[in-house]
C-alpha cells in the first residue's frame, strides 16, 4: 500500500508558540490532503481538507486563522498550529489520497502535540 | 450530517476466538472503509467495501448497502488484533470520510 509519513512524531510546546507538523506522501502523488484530530479514547474529525495548489476547505467551526494548512506539491501538506494554546493538544493526523487512481486515503502515523 | 455508529463500543477476546463488529449509517453508504488504529495509533486500511463482500486472510467484511450496515468478522483472533476498529463512509461527491464511533478490541493470550 501507499506509505505516508508525518514529521514530527511528537512534540511539546509552550503556549503561545507555533508549530509546524509535516505530511508527506512517499510513493504516491497525492491530490488531495486531509487533516484530522483526535482527543484520547475518541473518534477523528476531519479539520480541513487541501488540494494541491488552492486553499484549504475547513470543516465547521475549526478557525483557519489558527491552523494554518499549505499543500504546495503532490506530496506535502503542512498544518501550522498558531499561537498553541493547552486546548490544542491532541493527536493530529493526515491522510493522503490520489482520486485518479482509487477512493481510499492513507493515513499518516499521527503527530501528538502537548502544549504546556 | 451523517452518523455512523458502531458497535460494540468495547470488546474483550481471548486469544483464537472470532468476533463481528457492526456499523450502522444513518444515511445512504457510499465509499464505506474500515480501518484498525493500532496501539501507537497508526490507522491501517482494511477494505474498501462500499457493496458486496471482501476477505483478506482472518478478516472479512459485508456491506449490506440498501440496509445501511457493514460487518466486520475477525476471526481466530490474534493479540496483534488489539486496537481499535473504524468504520467510515465519505459524504455524496467529496472525498471527505466520516468516521464511526470505534470498537475498541483487546485480544489476552
Known amino acids: 500500500g501507499a506509505v505516508v509519513s508525518q514529521h514530527p512524531s511528537r512534540v511539546i510546546c509552550k503556549s503561545g508558540t507555533s508549530v509546524k507538523i509535516e505530511c508527506r506522501s512517499l510513493?504516491?502523488?497525492?491530490?488531495?490532503m486531509f487533516w484530522y484530530r483526535q482527543f484520547p479514547k475518541k473518534s477523528l474529525m476531519l479539520m480541513a481538507t487541501?488540494?494541491?495548489?488552492?486553499?484549504?476547505?475547513?470543516e465547521q467551526g475549526v478557525e483557519k486563522d489558527k491552523f494554518l494548512i499549505n499543500h504546495a506539491s503532490l506530496t506535502l501538506s503542512t498544518l501550522t498550529v498558531t499561537s498553541a494554546h493547552p486546548e490544542d493538544s491532541s493527536f493530529y493526523i493526515c491522510s493522503a489520497a490520489n482520486r485518479a487512481r482509487e477512493e481510499t486515503q492513507y493515513f499518516g502515523p499521527g503527530t501528538r502535540l502537548l502544549v504546556l | 450530517g451523517i452518523q455512523v455508529e458502531q458497535s460494540p463500543p468495547d470488546l474483550i477476546l481471548q486469544e483464537g476466538a472470532n468476533s463481528t463488529l457492526r456499523c450502522n449509517f444513518s444515511d445512504s453508504v457510499n465509499n464505506l472503509q474500515w480501518f484498525h488504529q493500532n496501539p501507537w495509533g497508526q490507522l491501517i486500511n482494511l477494505f474498501y467495501i462500499p457493496s458486496g463482500t471482501k476477505q483478506n486472510g482472518r478478516l472479512s467484511a459485508t456491506t449490506v448497502a440498501t440496509e445501511r450496515y457493514s460487518l466486520l468478522y475477525i476471526s481466530s483472533s490474534q493479540t496483534t488484533d488489539s486496537g481499535v476498529y473504524f468504520c467510515a463512509d465519505g459524504y455524496y461527491n467529496t472525498d471527505k470520510l466520516i468516521f464511526g464511533t470505534g470498537t475498541r478490541l483487546q485480544v489476552f493470550p
Open positions: 510513493d504516491f502523488q497525492a491530490t488531495t
Open positions: 487541501s488540494n494541491e495548489g488552492s486553499k484549504a476547505t475547513y
